[in-house]
T-cell receptor, first 112, second 113 residues
Framework: GDSVTQMEGPVTLSEEAFLTINCTYT??????LFWYVQYPGEGLQLLLK?????DKGSNKGFEATYRKETTSFHLEKGSVQVSDSAVYFC???????????FGAGTRLFVKA | DSGVTQTPKHLITATGQRVTLRCSPR?????VYWYQQSLDQGLQFLIQ???????AKGNILERFSAQQFPDLHSELNLSSLELGDSALYFC????????????FGPGTRLTVL
C-alpha cells in the first residue's frame, strides 16, 4: 500500500542554518503531496502542497518539489529561525482526498 | 485558528470507562477525520466521515466508534478504555472543493489512569 518515509529526528540546527528534511513516498497512483507543521501544544497546520510532478510548493520560506523520478518531496528552508522549532509531517493523499497517509514526523529544534 | 473546534481540551478518566470526544468542522466542510497521536505510534488515521456517511476506515479499534450528525459535527466514542489509549485525539475537516487539504483542530488530550 501507499506509504511515506521521512528522516528521523530530532534535527537540531542553529539559527540561520539551512534546513533539509527528507521525505520519500510509495504510491500506486498519482497522489498529492503535503508538508504539515505541528507547533508545541497545537494541531497540525498545512504548510505547503504540490499536486503533480515537478510542482514546487512554498510557504513562509519553506519549499518542496514533487520529484516523481525519485519519489521524493524534501522540505527545505534557506535560513531557519527559532520560531520554526516544531514537528514536520510529510503526507500524501490519494485522489479525491479519501485518505491521507502521514509520515512519522521529524522534530526540529532551532537554537538561538 | 483553523476553524475546527474540539471539546474537551483535556480528559482524565479511569480504565474501563467510556468517553465521548466532540468535533465541529469548519463551516461548510463536509468531511471529518479522526486521528490518534501517541508518542510511540505517531499520527494514526482512525476514520473519516463525509456528509454523515462513513467514507474510510483506518486503524480504529472495535472499542472505538464514531458518527457524524446532520449538523456535520462528529463524535468519537472510546469504550472499555485501557492505559494504552492515552493519547492526543485530533479531528480534521476538509471541503468538497479541496478534499485533500485537511484543517486540524487543537486536539483532545486523553489520559487513562
Amino acid at each position: 500500500g501507499d506509504s511515506v518515509t521521512q528522516m528521523e529526528g530530532p534535527v537540531t540546527l542553529s539559527e540561520e542554518a539551512f534546513l533539509t528534511i527528507n521525505c520519500t513516498y510509495t504510491a500506486t497512483g498519482y497522489p498529492s503531496l503535503f508538508w504539515y507543521v505541528q507547533y508545541p501544544g497545537e494541531g497540525l497546520q498545512l504548510l505547503l502542497k504540490a499536486t503533480k510532478a515537478d510542482d514546487k510548493g512554498s510557504n513562509k520560506g519553506f519549499e518542496a518539489t514533487y520529484r516523481k523520478e525519485t519519489t521524493s518531496f524534501h522540505l527545505e528552508k534557506g535560513s531557519v529561525q527559532v520560531s520554526d522549532s516544531a514537528v514536520y509531517f510529510c503526507a500524501l493523499s490519494e485522489p479525491r482526498g479519501f485518505k491521507t497517509i502521514f509520515g512519522a514526523g521529524t522534530r526540529l529544534f532551532v537554537k538561538a | 485558528d483553523s476553524g475546527v473546534t474540539q471539546t474537551p481540551k483535556h480528559l482524565i478518566t479511569a480504565t474501563g470507562q467510556r468517553v465521548t470526544l466532540r468535533c465541529s468542522p469548519r463551516s461548510g466542510d463536509l468531511s471529518v477525520y479522526w486521528y490518534q497521536q501517541s508518542l510511540d505510534q505517531g499520527l494514526q488515521f482512525l476514520i473519516q466521515y463525509y456528509n454523515g456517511e462513513e467514507r474510510a476506515k483506518g486503524n480504529i479499534l472495535e472499542r472505538f466508534s464514531a458518527q457524524q450528525f446532520p449538523d456535520l459535527h462528529s463524535e468519537l466514542n472510546l469504550s472499555s478504555l485501557e492505559l494504552g489509549d492515552s493519547a492526543l485525539y485530533f479531528c480534521a475537516s476538509s471541503s468538497r472543493d479541496r478534499a485533500n487539504e485537511q484543517f486540524f483542530g487543537p486536539g483532545t488530550r486523553l489520559t487513562v489512569l
